[in-house]
Structures are given as structure tokens and as C-alpha cells.
């Protein structure tokens, strides 16, 4: 891996510098984006610093892309936030600059870039970001803070999840101490439409649960268009039925417009990732997604994640 040192060189060695993030992005995503681009900007008032990526959709409120033109690209330094492989990167032009750097915190299954910084162990990208700015002494303003805590709130479920560390809780201190609205950020977050309410109630209406502790639901083209809510909205329904007693492991299927279904994975204590894998995604331990290409591969998807919630208790009770 990489060191700090070796990327802020790099950063100061290019007078244009583009930051792309994964597809449908989430708080992590945007959040890593906006607050590495905005210190940038701080630091570096003379450079062209801009942000690439699809449509924010509801996650707007964290940072807006930038108009990124083709030639913006020519003898430009690309980095990559939050994104474990190549096909998830948002805009395929990430690869039309000059020299690429990756800074993730997923498992390194794809170990693109000239230069890489991956910490598998951080539970977000947005905590990476921070560092990197602490350690390069780079402007840690309210504005750049915000969006990294963002980020840091969204991946860690607002700091419940285990991989949640005293070096988190220390950050977001700091983050925090900025000035930074902690309150508004976090209702931003967990706040859904009433259309996105229903959705989430049809979930659990829906929902399939093995005896095993593993669960599914499909949310179908035919739902969205009923309640008027696109594809990226459907995922407020990811964390419904983690929140079910007994429920330990689950998938949520979200049929796209195609015919094919984007996937997400979660789990309570099953290895999921590797299973994500499989069927063209990954992401983390106990959270990933991925795509299936008909019913048949939820079927298959499904059958596999019971497969390893029913092992994860047998070695649990062993």
C-alpha cells in the first residue's frame, strides 16, 4: 500500500486533478468526494479541482458534480473514493487521465490505480479522507467537515456498526468541533418521504424469512412506478429488516427498469461479500451489493446467503 506522503506529492505535481466515486452513490461516497475536493480547493486555490460522477439523486444536500469536460481529463491526476473495482467507478472517463490513484476501504478485490491507499479496516472512506488531511496538515474547514461526517454517519449506520473504532469516534470529534450541524446531518440522513415510508412497509409485507435468520424481499418496476419513486430511492428499504428480531442476514432486490435487479446484501454477523462476488459486486463483510440478471439468480443468491446464515449458527452454537 501506498502512503500518504506518496498521494499528496502526486496532488502536488498536477495542476487539474478530477474525483470520481462509485455508482449510485451513498453518504460515503459523496461525502469522501466532496470533502477531499473541497480541502483541495483550500489548499490549492491555483489548481482546476472537480468533482465526476452521475446523478447525487436524493443525497444532493451533500455535494453537487462538477461539469467535467473531455479535455479536462488531458494531463490530469484522477483519484477514485470509495470504490473497490473498476466497473463501479462512476464515468468511465476516470481512465482517460494521465495518472489514477484509489483510495477505498473495501477489500482491494481489484487493485487498479498507479498508486493505492486501501484500508480495509477503516469503516469509511470518509475516515481515510480525514486522515489524509490531518496528516498532510491540509484546511479542515466547516465546509470540508461536513461532508466527511456525512460520510462517516452513513457507512457506520450513525457509529453502531462493529467495525466502528475509538480512532471513528475520535474523528468525528474533531469533525464535529468544526461547528458543523451534527443534527441536521443526521435527520438528512434518516428522514424518507412518505412515499419511501409505504415502500419500506411493503417490504416487511413482502419479506421472506428462512428459519436460519436469512430474509428477502423483491421490490418490483410495478411498486416503484405505483408510488412514484426511482431505483436509488428504493434503498431506504435496505435497513427495514435488520431491524426484525431474529432476522440476522438479508437481501433486498430491486428490479430495474431492464428487467434485471440490482442487489443488496446485509448481514448481522454473515460473511456476505464474498457471495457478491459471485454475481458481479462485493463491498464489505456485512455489507455489498451486487446484480441479478432474472429471478432465477435471486433465487441462487438467496439460496447461497442461507447457505452461510445456516453455517454461521451451527458455528455459533458449537
Not at 490505480?113 to 479522507?129: H, M, N, Q
Not at 409485507?205 to 410495478?222: E, I, N, R, S
Request: proline letters at 5%; glycine letters at 8%.
Amino acid at each position: 500500500m501506498n502512503t500518504f506522503d506518496e498521494i499528496f506529492k502526486k496532488i502536488n505535481d498536477y495542476s487539474t486533478i478530477i474525483i470520481h466515486r462509485h455508482q449510485h452513490p451513498d453518504p460515503d461516497a459523496l461525502g469522501s468526494q466532496a470533502g477531499l475536493a473541497r480541502s483541495l480547493k483550500l489548499a490549492f486555490p491555483e489548481k482546476k479541482i472537480l468533482c465526476a460522477g452521475g446523478p447525487e439523486g436524493d443525497l444532493v444536500w451533500i455535494n453537487k458534480m462538477d461539469e467535467v469536460k473531455d479535455e479536462d481529463y488531458q494531463g490530469a491526476l484522477v483519484i477514485t473514493v470509495d470504490t473497490a473495482n473498476t466497473p463501479r467507478i462512476s464515468d468511465d472517463r476516470f481512465r482517460m487521465g494521465d495518472f489514477l490513484i484509489k483510495m477505498d476501504h473495501h477489500p482491494d478485490v481489484d487493485p487498479y490505480g498507479d498508486l493505492r491507499y486501501v484500508e480495509p479496516e477503516k469503516p469509511a472512506a470518509a475516515e481515510i479522507i480525514f486522515d489524509f488531511i490531518k496528516a498532510e496538515k491540509l484546511p479542515l474547514t466547516k465546509e470540508v467537515a461536513y461532508p466527511i461526517y456525512a460520510g462517516m454517519v452513513g457507512d457506520t449506520g450513525r457509529f453502531m456498526y462493529a467495525e466502528t473504532t475509538p480512532a471513528t469516534l475520535k474523528a468525528a470529534y474533531e469533525l464535529a468541533a468544526t461547528g458543523i450541524d451534527i443534527t441536521e446531518i443526521a435527520m438528512n440522513i434518516s428522514t424518507v418521504t412518505l412515499e419511501q415510508a409505504k415502500l419500506q412497509n411493503s417490504v416487511i409485507d413482502l419479506l421472506h424469512v428462512d428459519p436460519c435468520g436469512a430474509a428477502y424481499a423483491v421490490v418490483t418496476q410495478q411498486q416503484l412506478h405505483k408510488l412514484g419513486i426511482n431505483e436509488d430511492q428504493a434503498s431506504a428499504t435496505i435497513g427495514t429488516p435488520g431491524r426484525i428480531k431474529g432476522i440476522i442476514a438479508w437481501n433486498i432486490f430491486v428490479e430495474k427498469a431492464d428487467g434485471t435487479y440490482r442487489v443488496h446484501y446485509r448481514s448481522k454477523g454473515p460473511i456476505i461479500n464474498q457471495l457478491a462476488e459471485q454475481h458481479n459486486g462485493g463491498g464489505h463483510a456485512l455489507a455489498s451489493g451486487a446484480n441479478a440478471v432474472d429471478m432465477k439468480e435471486v433465487e441462487q443468491i438467496f439460496a447461497e446467503v442461507v447457505e452461510v446464515t445456516k453455517k454461521y449458527n451451527e458455528n455459533a452454537n458449537e
